[in-house]
């Protein structure tokens, strides 16, 4: 699988990453044998990099890459971390690092993780240099070997690439969601600073497998979050209503039936689309089973995209999602 550089760090990522939130049950039950059979199945297809988080399934799915890292030295793994104290600037000190990377080494398994990524913390964490000279001061230490923020908003994301040492910026990128294509991924690709590009399936409506009679179960955030209860509505449904996306999603089937390469699912063409998108560094789809997995990995090997589906996401998003989009993000 083609690969890309996060330029700050010169490390690379397949194009195709795995972001593994699903694996830790978070979005319904993922036994660790089906979780351990993702990650293979993934990395066996040329997947090198891994996304995970210290919430996600509270160190479940950070444990298990850490069993998995064991036989796989070689793969890339990035954690977040932030979400598990209140969502206010006094929570992210140097001390509080250390105290949640210690238990995410622990984890993983490893002495220094390889990169790092703020949680989504609040803009003035993210603005303030207090921030990055306790990063730097964890690089210096080897507790860390790079850092990077996640990251709701573009103007979040511009102030993270404006660091010297970020090496990367984690942030919504789907064809359902276009706004950072305009200022963010220049930036970065600027500044050598990476771009790893997540809810790339728009929690699922890229798929094309829903309608509106479609339910989920009451622990996934499709149910939970879809009016931002629990954190940003734009992670659930690029933050409109689930009819207008189903609306949406099925114009896009439509789109990919027309002019999509053959053979290629609604989902695979969303992938590629992300994947495509100059500046992007790795796209971080999820899986729950090793049939996904094959999936996604398969969508990093897509021609690419035509003018009249490329023309025809833009329209679409014009119709549904510009105006919710550009006025909360």
Not at 39 to 57: K, N, R
Not at 66 to 84: I, L, N, Q, W, Y
Not at 248 to 254: D, G, H, I, R, V
Not at 266 to 292: D, F, M
Request: aromatic letters at 8%.
């Amino acid at each position: 699988m083609e690969s890309h550089t996060f330029g700050r760090i010169d490390r690379s990522a397949s194009v195709i990453g795995l972001g593994t939130w699903q694996l830790g049950a978070d979005w319904g039950e993922v036994s660790e044998s089906d979780a351990l059979a993702v990650l293979e199945a993934a990395v066996g297809d040329g997947v090198t990099f891994l996304d995970t988080a210290d919430v996600y399934g509270d160190g479940r799915s950070e444990q298990v890459i850490g069993r998995f890292r064991r036989s796989h030295e070689d793969v890339f793994v990035a954690t977040k971390m932030g979400r598990r104290a209140e969502q206010v600037p006094a929570s992210y000190t140097l001390s509080a690092f250390r105290e949640w990377l210690d238990r995410s080494r622990t984890n993983l398994g490893v002495d220094t993780i390889d990169l790092v990524q703020l949680h989504c913390p609040p803009t003035e964490t993210i603005e303030s240099s207090a921030t990055y000279d306790a990063l730097d001061t964890l690089v210096s230490e080897g507790v860390i070997a790079a850092y990077g923020v996640s990251v709701e908003t573009c103007a979040q994301a511009l102030a993270a690439i404006a660091r010297p040492n970020v090496a990367s910026v984690q942030i919504i990128l789907n064809a359902f969601r276009l706004k950072p294509l305009d200022r963010v991924l220049p930036a970065a690709a600027e500044a050598g600073v990476g771009i790893i590009a997540r809810v790339p399936l728009a929690s699922g409506l890229l798929s094309g497998r829903y309608s509106e009679s479609t339910t989920f179960a009451d622990d996934d955030h499709r149910t939970y979050n879809r009016h931002g209860e629990a954190f940003d509505v734009g992670e659930t449904f690029s933050g409109v209503d689930f009819t207008t996306g189903v609306k949406a999603a099925q114009e896009f089937t439509a789109l990919v039936s027309e002019h999509g390469p053959s053979g290629a699912t609604p989902a695979q063409v969303a992938l590629a689309w992300v994947a495509q998108q100059p500046g992007v560094t790795t796209v971080i789809p999820g899986a729950r089973n090793p049939a996904q997995a094959h999936a996604n990995s398969a969508a990093g090997s897509l021609p690419p995209l035509s003018e009249a589906l490329l023309s025809g996401v833009r329209g679409i998003y014009d119709t549904y999602f510009r105006e919710a989009v550009h006025s909360r993000w």
